[in-house]
């Protein structure tokens, strides 16, 4: 009999890719999307769509009281939102409600994995070292601070309970969309960086992190465990832009953009959206990310106790990526 595994942002970027590996592993896979997701492109490997109201949580008691799940992986996730009252509602108060019902159950799961993010604790400074599992929180954006408050929550609330915590950094690969912004940029001969401080980046390859988060639901682990997640290399500003032209044999313009000037587009184009239900694509709180000074991050405890080994490089994850945005005629 095949293990169920509960899923939350299944038609996502990383849930997509997740649930392909979970099928493909030999569980049987259930989805809780919204109506509104698109999911002809998971179907295939997903064995029952659900539509709860995550803001009831009796519903979501009943869900688990019913089917048992052996494990559940919580992806979903805002990224993006007006006001950081409208994150913490996502990514706290759903999180919340959705652990609260799986550990009530008299069937509570082995393992609840929560997908966070490095950004819950931020950037160090340049030369500063590498974050760790133990670096204390400094997010720079509202998503992070809605992913700090999500972690204490389940440090407080749910300590003992077999929870894993995943904290990628800037996850890539096919069909994303934020980094896939740069890629087009470049696609078009354009080089562009915001100011000339130097930067330590890091990445981690879709299919490694989700064959983590397999590894995160099925190695043993006691109580409630926090995992940072990068490919383990560190990189340069420049990197990502030189492999894309090694593998394109293209030449790019390379500019850098004054960081005074940006923050004042940034600052424009947040007044612009004010009254709109989307956010531009740079803005203040964005600025501060993608200006950090570094990312460097160890992932020793993932490998030691999740038996985690990145087979993804920069290098071997941009040609799959890139190949894949070409083949797919997204250049």
């Known amino acids: 009999m095949k293990k169920k595994i509960l899923v939350t ?30 999911i002809d492109g998971i179907s295939t490997f997903v064995a029952k769509f659900l539509y709860p109201d995550l803001e009831d949580g009796m519903t979501l008691s009943g869900l688990f009281h019913e089917e048992h799940y052996e494990f559940v992986v919580h992806a979903a ?11 913490m509602a996502v990514n706290v108060g759903v999180t919340e ?4 019902a799986a550990f009530q159950s008299p069937y509570p799961p082995k393992r609840f994995v929560f997908v966070s993010s490095l950004a819950a604790i931020g950037p160090l400074q340049y030369g500063e070292g590498l974050i760790t599992e133990d ?8 998503y992070g601070k809605s992913k700090q408050a999500a972690e204490e929550m389940l440090s407080r609330r749910f300590p003992d309970k ?40 890091t990445f981690v390859y879709v299919r490694d992190l989700v064959n983590l988060l397999l590894l995160a639901c099925e190695r043993p682990q006691h109580g409630m465990t926090v995992f940072n997640i990068t490919d383990g290399n560190i990189y340069s500003r420049y990197d990502m832009a030189d492999i894309f032209k090694r593998l394109f044999r293209r030449r790019l313009f390379r500019v850098h953009v004054p960081l005074v000037l940006v923050e004042k587009v940034a600052k424009f184009s947040q007044w612009l959206y004010r009254k709109s ?55």
């Open 97 to 100: 409600r959705l652990i609260e």
């Open 135 to 142: 670096t204390a929180y400094n997010p720079v954006t509202i």
């Open 77 to 87: 996730a805002l990224t993006k939102a007006k006001t950081q009252e409208q994150m």
């Open 162 to 201: 077999p929870i894993t915590v995943v904290r990628p950094t800037a996850v890539y690969g096919p069909r994303e969309k934020d980094l896939f912004i740069l890629f087009n940029t470049m696609y078009k001969g354009l080089d562009a960086y915001i100011g000339k401080a130097p930067q330590n980046l």
């Open 9 to 38: 942002g299944a038609s996502g970027f990383v849930g997509s890719h997740f649930v392909e590996a979970a099928s493909a592993a030999g569980y049987e896979v259930h989805a809780l999307v919204r109506k509104s997701s698109q």
């Open 277 to 331: 239900e989307k956010t531009p694509v740079i803005y203040p709180e964005r600025l501060r990310e993608l200006t950090a000074q570094n990312w460097g991050c160890d992932i020793s405890k993932a490998k030691s106790e999740l038996g985690y080994k990145p087979a993804y490089d920069l290098e071997r994850g941009l040609h799959e990526s890139l190949l894949w945005y070409k083949d797919n005629n997204w250049f």
